[in-house]
């Protein structure tokens, strides 16, 4: 294997010019791989954080109210059946045995956090100015650990309690509240209660800092009619992309309706998979072409060399060792190349987080360069395979005959 290693790397030197062509090809070549990589995986995270930093990642509710139908075995002969049913109006209401159902969904190993929350229409008036708002009671302690809104404060303090809310930017300006203002609210049941500004808060999404409030959760329970009672569990997970999954199973093994931040944004998901898909045709084109061009170097190498192989032949050189001869190169290249192509790769990223748009922070992950250089060393040998197959197979005494 030394021999082996020794004449491929002399054949290396003696080609320069076409290992440093090479060379430079399968280093842009893995630079964009390694800078495209990070730059959509920056893309969809920023998105993902963007959509569910005012939502949570699962939300847990009271299944649907669903109309009464007798079963037909023990229905009578004269029994006539409507061929239309009418769905239920689907009222608010309250999780049934909600302490102990958050208990349990607090122990799940895949749930991060859980929070209870009241939620329900109401009406916020200031003098004459009424607008329709949503009314959240929770628990300010577990709730940040849902949807940071302490972090989004842009006046006052996140605080709710007695007489204590917080409200959007646009719902603030849109009655003209500032701080320890006080805003009348008006729940669906007909209470009603003063409740004074102590914080407004910006989660950027339009219609949340439009018509959201939050209050403490008995003061929601209150003004919506229902006392001690939780109208929907908010959780977030330990691994973003699987809330699905725990979502079916929350929903079967509690008999309760959960949905997903995948299901509620559908189109989002769509169009992260389809960039998704976009990245990995654009990888996939790029190492065929890195890998084509480095068999069509190491065949024009078999060509040119073909004296010198018939050479190494005669003095007892195996096929084995001279197909070894040209799998190391192949290998060679392409872990150089690649090499030289992630630190590029990298100091693009470097660029265009200091000196670029700023638009969403860039990152790379710790295992992209070394799987890119893997894939591009595997890609090096396997395109490597044809032109050693080549070389191993030659006559001796044709190829000293070779001019």
């Not at 390694?34 to 995986?41: E, N, Y």
């Not at 200031?126 to 949807?147: H, M």
């Amino acid at each position: 294997m030394r021999l082996s290693w020794s004449i491929a790397l002399q054949f290396l030197r003696d080609g320069r010019a076409q290992s440093l062509l090479i060379l430079v090809g399968i280093a842009v070549g893995s630079a964009v791989i390694v800078f495209i990589t990070a730059l959509v995986t920056g893309l969809q995270g920023n998105i993902v954080e963007r959509t569910l930093g005012s939502q949570p990642q699962i939300v847990v509710k009271a299944p649907d109210l669903v109309p009464l139908t007798p079963s037909n075995a023990d229905a009578p002969r004269s029994t006539v059946y409507l061929s239309r049913i009418d769905p239920r109006p689907q009222r608010l209401r309250g999780i049934d045995n909600a302490p102990a159902v958050l208990n349990a969904l607090r122990t799940m190993p895949d749930v991060k956090a859980a929070t209870p929350v009241v939620s329900g229409p109401a009406f916020a008036q200031r003098g004459n100015a009424v607008r329709a708002v949503a009314i959240l009671g929770i628990e300010p302690r577990s709730y940040v650990r849902i949807i940071p809104v302490n972090t989004d404060m842009v006046a006052g303090q996140f605080a709710v309690g007695a007489e204590k809310i917080l409200i959007g930017s646009r719902l603030a300006s849109d009655l003209g509240l500032s701080i320890g203002d006080t805003l009348r609210l008006t729940g669906p049941s007909g209470q009603a209660q003063a409740f004074r500004v102590a914080g407004i808060f910006s989660l950027g999404v339009r219609d949340v800092d439009e018509r959201q409030v939050y209050l403490g959760l008995q003061q929601a329970q209150t003004l919506l009619g229902l006392p001690g009672a939780i109208t929907e569990i908010d959780l977030t997970v330990r691994e973003l992309f699987s809330a699905q999954a725990i979502a079916a199973r929350i929903a079967r093994t509690f008999d309760l309706k959960a949905e997903s931040w995948m299901t509620t944004n559908s189109q989002l998901l769509n169009a992260l998979r389809s960039q998704s898909l976009s990245t990995n045709i654009i990888r996939l084109s790029i190492a065929l072409s890195v890998a084509l061009g480095i068999a069509s170097v190491l065949a024009v190498s078999v060509v040119q060399r073909t004296r010198e192989i018939g050479i190494l032949r005669a003095m007892g050189a195996t096929r084995l060792r001279m197909m070894s001869v040209f799998l190391i190169q192949g290998g060679v290249l392409g872990l150089i190349g690649s090499a030289v192509g992630a630190a590029l790769g990298i100091s693009l990223v470097y660029v265009f987080n200091h000196a670029g748009p700023r638009l969403f922070p860039v990152t790379v992950s710790p295992w992209l360069a070394p799987q890119a250089m893997l894939i591009a060393t595997l890609a090096g040998i396997v395109a490597a395979y044809a032109p050693a197959r080549r070389a191993s197979h030659l006559d001796p005494v044709e190829a000293i005959r070779t001019i």
